[in-house]
């Protein structure tokens, strides 16, 4: 056997062994499929594309728009059926929560609340799909000469979807500012609330409302990530205890008795963490948007 052959023996194994590590496989799973072809080397990088996160958020968001234009023209006065009364339902709730805290035209608000709620729910929902399918599924294309070293399904686990939704909320806050107070309103509010309008305090009170703007986009935004990261983080380590026998751990039926059980009623329970985290982050979207209403 030449020496490149056995040099590419020990990568293999050392591949191979790599691969069993816990530790290799849930940083396998967190990694999205980017066109750096590796981890990012820094928080902050623009020149970075996640196309999984993309792609996904994109879809959902079409699977959103389409489930929400069937259901507007199947809508009928006669007896409705359980589609038809799940959407009135969400209607309805978005419309009271919208009239409670947003007081002036909400024609383009209540619609973009309710399209805000869904699209995360179905963000969300992508967690519940079992963590081995997505690599098994790019193992499968793989046999079609279609190479994906990498990819993560769930976009609200991407910080970068995250903060990308939290900021357009922000600019949608500054563009109903502008539109309900004008731009001299706007400017005047940023210099004189919350201490007034004295000179002396001007500098203090801008200071204060930037950092106010500033962290709603990013604690609306880490709210939703914190959440669904760690709830996928936790199916991932509930997946490792059907994985122990390949740990060298005598265990196989203790994990997968564990994985059963544990994952069965992880996944119940995350179905409470997918709603509320999408009722949140529509809530606090109609909360800030409403503010951008109400003049100080």
């Known amino acids: 056997m030449s020496s490149e052959v056995k040099a ?87 419309e009271t929560q919208s009239k409670g805290i947003v007081h002036g035209d ?38 079609f000469g279609v190479h994906v070293p990498h990819h993560k399904i769930v976009p609200t686990t991407d910080l970068n979807a995250t903060l990308g939704m939290s900021f357009s909320v922000l600019l949608l806050v500054f563009f109903y500012s502008f539109k309900v107070k004008g731009f001299g309103g706007f400017m005047h509010e940023l210099i004189s609330a919350p201490f007034g309008a004295k000179w002396y305090l001007m500098p203090f009170n801008l200071v204060l409302n930037i950092i106010e703007y500033v962290a709603k986009g990013v604690s609306l935004g880490m709210r939703l990530f914190g959440n669904m990261y760690a709830g996928e983080l936790i199916f991932l380590l509930i997946a490792l205890l059907g994985s122990m026998w390949t740990f060298n751990l005598d265990l196989y039926m203790l994990g997968f008795v564990g994985n059963v059980l544990a994952g069965s009623a992880w996944a119940i329970f995350h179905i409470l963490v997918i709603l509320l985290q999408a009722f949140i982050f529509m809530m606090l979207t109609l909360v800030y948007i409403g503010q951008a209403h109400s003049h100080h």
């Open 106 to 143: 909400r024609s383009y608000i209540a619609p973009l609340a309710l399209f805000v709620f869904c699209w995360i729910i179905l963000l969300n929902t992508l967690d519940l799909v079992p963590v081995d399918w997505v690599v098994g599924v790019n193992h499968f294309i793989e046999g």
């Open 8 to 94: 590419a023996a020990e990568v293999g194994q050392h591949a191979a062994t790599e691969a069993l590590t816990p530790t290799a496989y849930i940083a396998e799973h967190l990694q999205n499929l980017n066109n750096i072809g590796g981890p990012q080397a820094s928080i902050i990088d623009f020149s970075v594309i996640h196309f999984d996160t993309i792609f996904w958020t994109t879809l959902m968001g079409l699977v959103t728009v389409l489930l929400l234009v069937i259901a507007a023209r199947k809508a009928s006065p006669a007896v409705p059926g359980r589609f038809q009364c799940l959407v009135e339902m969400l209607v309805e709730m978005v």
